[in-house]
């Protein structure tokens, strides 16, 4: 099977086109380094990285199928499987469990009624747990989907952040 039929297998055109914008930013003996571009574009557009668009990322780039897998594995941004409509990824290195990370990942599980790991049953929100978000100071924090970057949240300001999403998501 050559790279063009993966490609299409898994990607859309307009997927390709902003591969194609990411690659032409690098010599083209070195595309490879676009492979964290097209994984983000991946996910943004079919909300995770399968091993299907793995593969096809890899035949697109010219790269082991393993060094992309390896890419994806890496970096807790890059979800392998579908998850919420809301990924809250709670800090648990030991500088936030010093200052209650690990009690605030657990009010989030028992308000959500999910296990760490789990996505509610709405399909709403993903809870994990996270790696170092460079803000032990500001302990506990949160990344809401990989983005948005939450400080010093005690359970009141956990409930409101839920309580607020939730209506938010209503009101769309």
């Known amino acids: 099977m050559s790279s063009q039929t993966v490609q299409a297998a898994v990607f859309s055109a307009q997927t390709q086109a902003r591969f194609a914008r990411e690659v032409a930013k690098y010599p083209a003996d070195q595309k490879q380094s676009a492979v964290m571009a097209c994984l983000s574009i991946v996910q943004q557009e079919q909300g995770h990285v399968s091993p299907e668009a793995e593969l096809a990322v890899a035949h697109y780039l010219g790269m082991a199928p393993m060094a992309v897998h390896e890419v994806t594995t890496f970096y807790n941004m890059y979800n392998q499987q579908p998850v919420g409509k809301f990924k809250i990824n709670v800090c648990t290195n030991l500088p936030c469990q010093l200052r209650d990370g ?33 803000a032990c100071a500001d302990a506990p924090v949160l990344l809401v989907n990989d983005r948005t970057m939450c400080s010093f949240m ?18 769309a």
């Open 102 to 134: 690990g009690k605030a990942l657990a009010h989030l599980c028992e308000k959500l009624g999910v296990e760490v790991g789990g996505t509610t049953a709405d399909g709403q929100f993903t809870l994990q747990p996270g790696e170092c978000m460079g």
């Open 154 to 171: 005690s359970h009141d300001k956990l409930d409101q952040l839920i309580d607020g999403l939730r209506s938010a998501e209503g009101q």
